[in-house]
């Protein structure tokens, strides 16, 4: 086409018009498919789909032609407007040209409009315009409102007279005239609204409006049933009617009505599908439709839901529009037709204005309903003439009460489906399988609900039981098995029965016998039976319990339950059925709110006096059976309570007859009662007078004494049975146990010593335990207690007051104290035990048994320093770092004896294996001896190298030295022996063994807590740990003898912790660590201070000197060795006062030394002493492996070697026995100085051999006295400069020689080695700690440093470092080290340590965060 005919539109409008057009489409669609059948829905949205899918298509071929198509467009344009531009110029000229040759010609100016002009100019209006332009374009002016009003007015007078005159339907009465028109509403149809064009009554009527009002408010979704098209269509039809009918009113009427019902029976049918398909199912059908005319639905047909039975087979209801008056709305019937029961709901189902088919249907059903639910009820009425059953209306329903009186829970609801017309029960609490029985039978015959009522009320009546016992402490059921249920009269009862079982007393129960009670059917009479059965004596579980008596309760006990005023009886005689409750016989409808008819208070009552008084019967026939005299059940507290009292306590065994008649005497009453919510705990009061002791404690002042001892039955026991008395039993042989002791304890109290008096305070007595404070702020504290299940006394251990929280120091004792109670249970032996031991276990107590690494060459594993091992209550031994061994004896009057316990008990030239004697013990601890306690005092010579054992000369004057101390008499009360003052009875001669075997049992010894002072932790001691074998045990009988040259003779013959020969050790002592044997070697070590290892036999990995051995105990142990004649004078004891031992055990600073060359690590004398000779033992092992070279010495405990400069001299300090002593003196007096030495000296005083005694670093030390003499030289500059570090104040850094690697050190060897190594190079270790002069934290370096002997080079060693440290501290160490190697070039045999060390020192800066 030509492209000025071309017409474009835009693409976006385009797909707008499109979907506009979709739009409205759709909407058409979706009006119209509400009232289509399923298959013309479908097609139809088949269709639009199609049209829309091909729409669509084309519209994106255009989109795809136009996105290609732009270049071609634009060219189009381009040309297009060209050609028009080139056209208009040849018109524009053509015009021109014809303008100038024709009009222009005879063109003439006309005359000037003057009057128009002056017009405008004066009056600013053109008023010569024609009026014809006035008449036809504006309007006329409009009326006013006052003529609109009577124009109205006017016209409305004119509809009225009008009506008047005219034939009108009275369907149309309701009409409304106003603003001159008048409106016909016809509810639930239409509404139309006319007027007349004059006042003549010829002019035809004219329909202004038309509103159909039928709506369909279940599927219509609020929108109109009738289209805008169809409402002009009718709008149109109607008007032509009212122009040409004689009676137009009635003819516009007809013609609506009939419209507006046929409308309706749609809207029905419609409903009637809809509810169909999404609701009712096949319960409802539509049997025939015809348009316009009629609709047939059927319900509850019996054929559709399976069921062939019932009054008529279908029900049916027909809407219609009356043919023969078509001015009637729709008419209902039914078929068949229902039945005059109620008006009301007959006068529903007859009306259809709500236009609702499903409420139709149920309005039908409803009525029905209640038609069937009154044939049931008549068949009730026939069966009880009393029937209280009723109809709810809302709801069909027919309330049936089952048991009277009866609750509105519990009666039987029946109601009638209103979809299929079936009854349904329902009942609260019953199983839907019988539920389903009883609407099967109801529904087949309605007679049949008879005996599912009668079965009902007994299950009823077994639910108000077991709901009465709900909260009670039973168990009910329904049939109990029985192995003699066949001939027990248990088995005669009625079949309708619960048995009820008594949880807290499960031998027992309560029958409930339930029967029908005459001329009553809805009521039941109750019997109740009191059954005791007996369990198996194999298996309860498995065996049927056996039923033994059966005894029905009195006719008459509802009486006493139900009277109300307390203290009136019931008549005897009285004769009263017992019912289900207590209410009105008949009542006319169940009560609804609160209630209690489902309670039965009888069977209450007789559960609650069964569970409170069977327990007392039970115990007063087990107080019977064992032959305790008792009162029987009493009542208590205006018989609310219960109790029953013992006339008389039964005879023990375990104690004197004196003490029995004591205990008589003092017991006033004795009562046993119940206590607690289950009733499973009993409480047995007894009261006593006269106690023997007078406490301190405030409740314990009056001059009676209550002792409550509570019994609490098992779940699986009866309460009240024999455990309970054979409990009490137990309690009162432990009361007599405890008194008997309590009573010789009272008779001892007023000869008692003052010390001893001053020393304990009776805390608490109680009768069951006995509790005693001691010690100076009376801080600790000993409790006493015999055990009723091990039978023997219980010793426990405390704290009170300001010590609480701290441990009890007698705990390291506590199992040797239990032992010695339990074989003389003495209290005042027991308070002289504890004031004798009380000061030095607080010393013991302080002794270090933590377990350290690095101590031996095994640096990985740790050791205990100190060992505790308690071998009686009055013998500590100490074992020292697997090595040395202490005995401590505790003495009266303060002091203590103290040997090497190294040495056999039985032969001084023989020692334990395992340990080894310590060299100069004895000297070192007459250091400590008081003079006043010791006169004699011989000389270190004399005691430590003896030319023979000791004689009998020495033991008599040391027996005649000890005798010539006063003594003071103390005689005890009963006349039976004469004691010292200080000493308990004879029986703790005779009974205490020192030296127990060892039993698989844990050692009392040191229960602290960790943070107390003795709560150190107890590591396990080595195999080597365990003291001297028992001579009992070896078959060894040795009389006491002054010549006995033994540990164990007699020291001190008034005190009563003498040593005893092997033959005064006749028993064992349990629980201390000893073994049988002859030796104590390769037994697995043991701790007994140690209790929080749980275990007496640790791992036998944690011993030095245990190897790859087994650890169980060999039975062939090989004998003793022996030693040769030397010093054993520690074997003979040393007696110090509490106040040296307490020196002697506790940490104090080293004496004889500058504190500033100290070390840090603070010690005890004694742990002093033991390491120095430790240090010096195990130098003498490294001089054999190091390049030393040994010098043999005739001074006792010297040790005297050289090397290639030096000679070298090791001993004890004599001054103190605490340190070792390093002289030094050089071969040549060339190069060594003096001081140089005394540097020596002292660093190996201080750093090498002193605490904490590491054996590693006295190997370091060896290495480099084996070293070249000026690589020594430069080492010990090195040591002067830690020993003495004020002396270089020019330099930044302080500096320690590292004789083993530190932890923090480079990752070349476990912590602990020694760290020097001395080869053609030397590596050794130093610690640089910076120097600040500011309160502050100094950073500390680890500084490996090789030295090059062949070329003198002083290097960093190049160890690799952890990943995780920066590394910046090792790189400025190594670059001062290398620049002092490049700068200073050493002549041959010059050593370059100590100068690049110094200058290391005085230049070395690091940066801040530079700590390697």
Not at 618 to 647: F, K, N, T, W, Y
Request: glycine content about 4%; aromatic content about 6%.
């Amino acid at each position: 086409s030509h492209p000025a005919n071309r017409v474009s539109e835009p693409l976006m409008e385009y797909i707008l018009n499109v979907k506009m057009g979709l739009y409205l489409q759709y909407g058409r669609i979706n009006d119209r498919l509400p009232r289509k059948t399923d298959m013309e829905r479908k097609i139809e949205i088949v269709q639009f789909a199609s049209r829309t899918r091909q729409l669509f298509v084309r519209l994106l071929a255009l989109v795809k032609w136009a996105s290609n198509a732009g270049k071609v467009e634009k060219c189009a344009m381009i040309s297009n407007f060209l050609d028009q531009q080139a056209f208009i110029f040849v018109d524009t000229a053509d015009r021109m040209a014809s303008l100038a040759r024709d009009a222009l010609v005879h063109a003439r100016l006309p005359s000037f409009a003057i009057p128009f002009a002056i017009d405008v100019l004066t009056t600013g209006s053109y008023p010569r315009l024609p009026t014809c332009i006035r008449d036809k374009i504006i309007p006329p002016n409009p009326i006013t409102k006052s003529e609109k009003q009577s124009t109205l007015h006017q016209l409305n007078q004119i509809l009225r007279h009008r009506l008047v005159t005219t034939d009108l339907p009275p369907q149309l009465a309701n009409l409304t005239v106003a603003n001159g028109r008048v409106k016909f509403r016809v509810e639930g149809e239409f509404e139309a609204t006319l007027t007349v064009m004059g006042d003549d009554p010829e002019i035809p009527w004219r329909l202004l409006k038309l509103e159909i009002l039928v709506e369909d408010k279940e599927t219509g979704d609020g929108r109109a049933l009738v289209h805008s098209m169809q409402i002009n269509f009718i709008h149109r039809l109607v008007q032509s009617r009212l122009f040409a009918d004689v009676k137009p009113l009635q003819d516009m009427y007809n013609c609506l009505h009939s419209f507006c019902l046929s409308l309706q029976l749609e809207v029905l049918h419609s409903q009637a599908q809809m509810l169909i398909r999404e609701r009712w199912g096949d319960l409802v059908q539509v049997e025939r439709y015809q348009p316009g005319k009629c609709l047939t639905l059927v319900v509850w047909n019996q054929q559709v839901l399976g069921r062939k039975t019932g009054s008529a087979s279908v029900h049916k209801v027909l809407i219609k529009i009356d043919e023969s008056d078509c001015s009637k709305p729709l008419q209902i019937s039914h078929d068949p037709p229902l039945p005059a029961c109620d008006s009301k709901l007959i006068e529903r189902a007859m009306k259809v204005d709500h236009l609702s088919v499903e409420k139709l249907l149920i309005d039908s059903v409803h009525a029905r309903s209640h038609q069937k639910l009154q044939e049931l009820k008549a068949i009730l009425k026939s069966y009880n003439a009393n029937d209280n059953s009723f109809i709810e209306t809302p709801l069909p329903t027919l309330v049936i009460p089952i048991l009277e009186p009866c609750g509105r829970s519990e009666c039987l609801h029946i109601f009638v489906d209103l979809h299929s017309g079936m009854f349904q029960p329902m009942l609260y609490g019953v199983d839907q399988t019988t539920l389903d029985d009883i609407e099967k039978s109801v529904n087949d015959e309605m007679k049949r609900i008879i005996p599912w009522i009668q079965q009902l009320k007994f299950w009823l009546g077994q639910q108000r039981c077991r709901q009465s016992m709900k909260h009670l402490p039973t168990v009910c059921t329904e049939t109990l098995h029985l192995s003699n249920f066949s001939s027990h009269p248990v088995g005669n009862l009625s079949k309708h029965k619960l048995f009820i079982k008594l949880t807290r007393l499960p031998q027992y129960y309560i029958v409930v016998e339930m029967l029908d009670r005459p001329g009553f059917p809805t009521e039941l009479q109750y019997k109740y039976h009191f059954l005791s059965v007996s369990h198996g004596l194999t298996d309860p579980d498995d065996c049927p319990p056996t039923a033994i008596l059966l005894q029905q309760f009195k006719p008459d006990i509802e009486k006493l339950v139900l009277d109300a005023r307390p203290g009136q009886q019931a008549k005897a005689g009285g004769k009263h059925k017992l019912s289900a409750d207590q209410g009105p016989t008949e009542p006319k409808k169940p009560k609804r709110t609160g209630e209690m008819c489902a309670f039965n208070k009888v069977l209450a009552h007789l559960v609650a006096m069964c569970d409170s008084n069977m327990p007392f019967i039970g115990l007063r026939c087990e107080l019977s059976a064992m032959e305790i005299p008792h009162q029987g059940v009493q009542v208590e507290g205006d018989g609310c309570s219960h109790a029953i009292r013992i006339l008389r306590i039964p005879l023990s065994t375990s104690v004197s007859e004196e003490t029995q008649k004591a205990l008589d005497r003092s017991l006033l009453d004795c009562t046993f009662r119940l206590q607690g919510r289950n009733n499973r705990t009993w409480v047995a009061e007894l009261v006593f007078a006269n106690c023997p002791l007078n406490s301190t404690s405030a409740k314990e002042q009056g001059s009676t004494r209550h002792v409550y001892l509570p019994y609490e039955s098992l779940l699986s026991e009866p309460v009240g049975g024999r455990k309970v008395v054979e409990a009490f039993l137990n309690d009162l042989n432990s009361i007599a146990k405890l008194y008997d002791c309590v009573l010789d304890f009272a008779r001892s109290l007023p000869e008692i010593p003052p010390h001893l008096n001053h020393f304990s305070e009776i805390r608490v007595y109680n009768y069951r335990k006995l509790v005693i404070c001691y010690g100076a702020p009376k801080g600790s504290s000993i409790t006493i207690q015999w055990n009723s299940t091990h039978q023997r006394f219980h010793i426990s251990l405390g704290t009170v007051g300001p010590n609480s929280g701290c441990s009890n120091c007698h705990n390291i004792i506590l199992h040797q104290l239990q032992e010695m109670f339990n074989k003389s249970p003495n209290v005042v032996q027991l308070l002289q035990i504890l004031y004798d031991t009380q000061a030095p276990l607080n010393a013991i107590n302080k002794l270090p048994t933590v377990p350290m690494l690095g101590l031996t060459h095994r640096t990985n594993t740790a050791y205990q320093c100190f060992s505790i091992l308690p071998q009686s209550p009055t013998h500590i031994r100490l074992a020292f770092r697997n090595m040395y061994c202490i005995d401590i004896y505790c003495r009266s009057r303060g002091v203590v004896a103290i040997r090497d316990g190294a040495y056999s008990l039985f032969d001084n030239s023989k020692i334990v294996e395992g340990f080894h004697p310590a060299p100069g013990l004895k000297t070192f601890l007459n250091m400590f001896v008081d003079s006043t306690q010791d006169a004699r005092r011989r000389s270190v010579n004399e005691d430590d190298n003896p030319p023979s054992p000791i004689g009998g000369d020495m033991i008599e004057s040391l027996m005649s030295q000890l005798q010539s101390q006063p003594q003071q008499p103390f005689t005890k009360s009963s006349g039976t022996a004469t004691y010292p003052l200080t000493s308990p009875p004879t029986s703790y001669h005779n009974t205490v063994t020192p030296s127990p075997q060892m039993m698989p049992t844990q050692s009392p010894g040191s229960l602290h807590p960790a943070s107390s002072p003795s709560g150190a932790i107890r590591a396990p001691s080595p195999a080597s740990f365990v003291p001297s074998p028992s001579p009992s045990s070896l078959g060894i009988s040795m009389g006491q003898t002054p010549n006995f040259a033994s540990p164990h003779g007699t020291i001190d013959p008034s005190s009563p912790y003498a040593m005893m020969s092997p033959s005064q050790r006749p028993g064992n002592w349990p629980g201390s660590p000893q073994l049988p044997g002859p030796t104590l070697a390769r037994i697995p070590g043991m701790s007994p201070a140690n209790p929080s290892l749980h275990s007496p036999i640790p791992d036998v990995s944690h011993s030095p000197r245990a190897g790859t051995s087994s650890q169980i105990m060999p039975t062939n142990m090989p004998p003793p060795r022996t030693l040769p004649q030397r010093s054993w004078a520690a074997s003979i004891p040393t007696i110090l006062t509490h106040n040296a031992l307490h020196i002697l055990l506790c940490p104090s600073p080293t004496p004889g030394l500058v504190p500033g060359l100290a070390g840090s690590y603070l010690c005890s004398p004694l742990e002093r002493f033991l390491g120095s000779v430790m240090m010096r033992r195990h130098l003498q092992r490294i001089i054999q492996q190091e390049p030393l070279q040994l010098i043999n010495s005739n001074e006792p405990g010297v040790i005297m070697f050289k090397t290639e400069a030096l000679k070298c001299r090791v001993a004890l300090n004599p001054q103190t026995y605490q340190t070792l002593q390093f002289k030094v003196t050089p071969e040549t007096p060339d190069p060594w100085t003096q001081e140089e030495l005394q540097v020596l000296e002292k660093f190996f005083e201080t750093r090498v051999a002193g605490p904490p005694f590491k054996a590693n670093t006295l190997n370091a030390f060896a290495k480099l006295l084996g070293a070249p003499t000026h690589i020594l030289r430069d080492c010990v500059r090195i040591m002067k400069l830690e020993l003495f570090p004020d002396q270089a104040t020019q330099l930044r850094w302080n500096v320690q020689f590292c004789l083993t690697i530190p932890p923090s050190a480079p990752p070349i060897a476990p912590p602990g080695t020694p760290a020097v190594v001395l080869k053609s190079k030397m590596l050794f270790f130093l610690q640089l700690t910076q120097r600040l002069t500011v309160p502050q934290e100094p950073i500390s370096i680890i500084v490996p440093i090789v030295y090059d002997m062949a070329t003198g080079a002083t290097q960093q060693a190049d160890i690799p470092r952890p990943q995780n440290t920066s590394g910046a501290a090792a790189s400025m160490v190594s670059n001062i080290l290398r620049r002092f190697s490049e700068v200073h070039q050493p002549p041959q045999g010059d050593c370059t340590i100590y100068a690049a060390v110094r200058d290391l020192m005085a230049n070395l800066t690091l940066p801040p965060g530079g700590r390697q």
